[in-house]
């Protein structure tokens, strides 16, 4: 069945940064599109960034843009979130996520605190 499990969350200061990493599971990594998502307390589920399954194309949410990269590798069925000069908006749930067909799937999450 298909897991990811998100990690590398954690309190960071503003200006701070943090790596998030997801691992994949249960479908074929390689070539499947990614994206990671944020939830913030009392707010909406929002976009954050997505990537080709192929690494060749990347895309990012106008609040994280120039802020935040996404990267994989496809060899260790890992996808990763670089998260810089981060703000305290910055505070929330962060997941990783698949369309599979019409359904899609996050992990658990991992949450990342500014303050």
């Known amino acids: 069945h298909v897991q990811l499990v998100e990690s590398g969350g954690g309190l960071v200061q503003p200006g701070g940064s943090l790596r998030l990493s997801c691992t994949a599971s249960?479908?074929?990594?390689?070539?499947?599109?990614m994206s990671w998502a944020r939830q913030a307390p009392g707010k909406d589920l929002e976009w954050v960034a997505f990537?080709?399954?192929?690494?060749?194309?990347?895309d990012y949410a106008d609040s994280v843009k120039g802020r935040f990269t996404i990267s994989r590798d496809n060899a260790k069925n890992t996808l990763y979130l670089e998260l810089n000069n981060l703000k305290t908006e910055g505070t929330a749930m962060y997941y990783c996520?698949?369309?599979?067909?019409?359904?899609?799937?996050r992990g658990q999450g991992t949450q990342v605190t500014v303050s």
């Open positions: 996520q698949i369309d599979l067909g019409s359904v899609r799937l």
């Open positions: 249960g479908f074929t990594f390689s070539i499947s599109a």
């Open positions: 990537i080709a399954s192929d690494d060749g194309l990347s």
